[in-house]
């Protein structure tokens, strides 16, 4: 056998495709079907015996009456991956010519897995081509692993994004069901008629109208389930108001992530793979969904993905195994984002490797650098807060937690008042305020003089006086660059026109006690200890954003007088840096401009 022949294939289809001018959005569509038939032909399955011919590649009207054909076949699949529309004939005579005589070439060449080669090869190198938004293949492997042995069981797979995996489980099983609201030119049939084993497919909105009934109140039932959801998708209101005959959707969610998931645990018996993004893990909407898989032993694992890991984005993802049947005290939680797991494939995107090594970690309760397990009463008292790096600290975390632990600390909402920006309008208001944002701050020290103008009106400004910048207050980024800090300078405008304030992405640290010097709270906040604190606080792929209420409660140690005076010392010593800096850069800019003035 040559392992690559239908990689070759498929990539000699799409290079003609683009040699010929062919370049529309169903390229895919085209090569798979041109596949389906060389497999149909090798295998003796083309209607009345007809079979692939230099004919063929010479008369269209022979290519045309093998579509016709096909379409007419007494092969359900078959009819319905060639009626779907005239892609085929449609295609011009040059182009057929030659993509004929390449599928000639592999007439007596045994493929091997001709599916699964097929649809990893458009993953790996067509990903401009379909939208689909398919994870790496490695990523399909995995969870592929992760359902074990198949033999006498059932499969039951959702959602576009998981057809690879329907493809590799039915190499290995002859009862895989795929439901996918796509019908997208029929892939999903052209790469069944292209198994070994031939999977059912049903194009159908599994959530609105599922297929796979055994009465219009009872679901009928498989061993397996998988869905790699699409991300960011929300669910009709009915759904979200849990009216369903099936009564699925107990718990109200308005993400097709999460009501997949619940549709899922209702059809599957076993085990349940699903993807979700890293919002599913902590945010407060998803949070009953979480205590319900919790509390009742159905959550088994999460497995934490790189970013990368996705065609088309960079948004963090996971996979959580579930057991609906399941009695689980404990969850595993098992990070895969470290250099021994992951290799890069492109400049942007990422595969999994040591597929094994996930595995025996998953078995094992051992605690190790990227795994560990955590017991349900934990997790409650966690308020079901999923996100892996809440549970397994990197070496640093480690390091800067046994500092705090053996420190005098104290929260940092003990020591400071938290202000918010003042009420604005784009172009009216009887005073002009500057407006302080993340490109303000710099790496050394005071915050640059803001250019944005926005005005607000006296009555505003009388009832929110607190929330004018003052000397030293400190300002902390919370959403987009989440985590940067500056503290504002000693000599800021706090009364009349141009006062400074904070923008709606920041928020200001003022400190009230006396046990620490805003200086002193701003050195250490920008510490090596402060910025792994931070670090572990930020979350989102998309827009990081860090959760104010979990800012409050980071511990802050409680310095000597010699850690003050140092601190003190050190962030002035900074602002004299950084104005030193600035006149150096006004003097060269000034002598720049003395040059072929205009």
């Known amino acids: 056998m040559q392992k690559y022949k239908t990689k070759e294939l498929v990539i000699s289809l799409y290079d003609l495709m683009h040699q010929y001018g062919i370049r529309r959005h169903n ?54 991956v060639f009626s779907h ?50 994870a790496d293949f490695s990523v399909y492997l995995l969870a592929n692993a992760l359902l074990g042995d198949k033999s006498g069981k059932t499969t039951y797979l959702m959602s576009p994004a998981s057809l690879p995996l329907v493809t590799i489980i039915s190499e290995e099983s002859e009862s895989v069901y795929y439901e996918t609201i796509n019908q997208s030119g029929m892939t999903a049939d052209a790469l069944s008629l292209m198994s070994e084993n031939e999977f059912e497919v049903s194009y159908s909105d599994a959530l609105d109208k599922p297929s796979y009934t055994k009465s219009k109140n009872e679901l009928e039932t498989f061993n397996y389930g998988v869905s790699f959801s699409p991300m960011g998708a929300t669910v009709p209101k009915h759904i979200s108001d849990n009216i369903d005959t099936y009564d699925r959707f107990i718990i109200p969610t308005k993400k097709v992530e999460s009501a997949n998931i619940l549709h899922l645990i209702k059809q599957c018996r076993e085990t349940v793979i699903a993807s979700v993004t890293e919002g599913f893990l902590y945010s407060t909407m998803e949070k009953d969904l979480r205590q319900y898989l919790v509390d009742q032993g159905m959550l088994k694992a999460v497995i934490s993905l790189p970013s990368g890991i996705w065609t088309g984005t960079a948004v963090k993802t996971s996979l959580l195994l579930i057991e609906p049947n399941g009695n689980n005290q404990s969850v595993r939680f098992i990070d895969v984002t470290g250099e021994e797991f992951i290799k890069k494939t492109t400049r942007r995107l990422l595969s999994l490797r040591n597929i094994d090594t996930i595995l025996e970690y998953l078995a094992s309760d051992e605690q190790l650098a990227c795994a560990t397990t955590v017991s349900v009463s934990t997790l409650k008292e966690q308020e079901y807060r999923l996100d892996v790096g809440r549970y397994l600290l990197d ?22 008042r938290f202000e918010r920006g003042l009420p604005v309008k784009p172009d009216e208001g009887d005073y002009t305020v500057l407006e302080v944002g993340a490109s303000e701050l710099n790496d050394i020290g005071d915050i640059s003089t803001p250019t944005k103008k926005a005005y607000i009106s006296e009555s505003e400004r009388a009832k929110n006086q607190s929330g004018i910048l003052q000397p ?67 979350k989102g792929a998309t827009i990081p954003n860090i959760s104010l209420k979990e800012l409050k409660q980071i511990p802050v140690i409680v310095p000597s007088d010699d850690e003050q005076e140092q601190a003190i010392e050190c962030i002035d010593k900074s602002r004299e840096t950084q104005q030193a800096i600035e006149k150096l850069v006004l003097e060269q800019q000034t002598r720049q401009d003395q040059l072929w003035q205009l």
């Open 27 to 80: 390229e895919n569509e085209i090569a798979l079907k041109l596949a389906a038939i060389l497999v149909l032909s090798k295998e003796g399955k083309l209607p009345k015996g007809l079979k692939l011919s230099q004919s063929l590649a010479e008369y269209k009207g022979e290519w045309l009456a093998l579509v016709e054909s096909l379409k007419a076949s007494e092969d359900s699949q078959i009819q319905r």
């Open 85 to 134: 529309d005239n892609a085929l004939e449609d295609l011009p005579l040059p182009f057929l010519h030659s993509a004929i005589n390449t599928l000639l070439k592999y007439e007596d060449i045994t493929l091997e897995s001709p599916a699964v080669d097929s649809i990893r090869t458009i993953i790996s190198n067509f990903t401009s081509s379909t939208n689909e938004g398919f």
């Open 395 to 416: 070496p640093e975390e480690k390091t800067v937690n046994k500092i705090l632990e053996e420190a005098q600390t104290v929260t940092l909402d003990s020591i400071v």
């Open 472 to 538: 030293n207050d400190i300002i902390f980024i919370l959403k987009g660059s989440a985590g940067k800090l500056g503290i504002v300078p000693e000599d800021v405008p706090t009364t009349g026109d141009g006062c400074w304030m904070v923008n709606r992405s920041a928020i200001v640290i003022r400190p009230i006690s006396d046990k620490v010097n805003p200086k002193v709270l701003y050195a250490y906040l920008k510490s090596h200890i402060g910025q792994t604190q931070i670090a572990s606080l930020i």
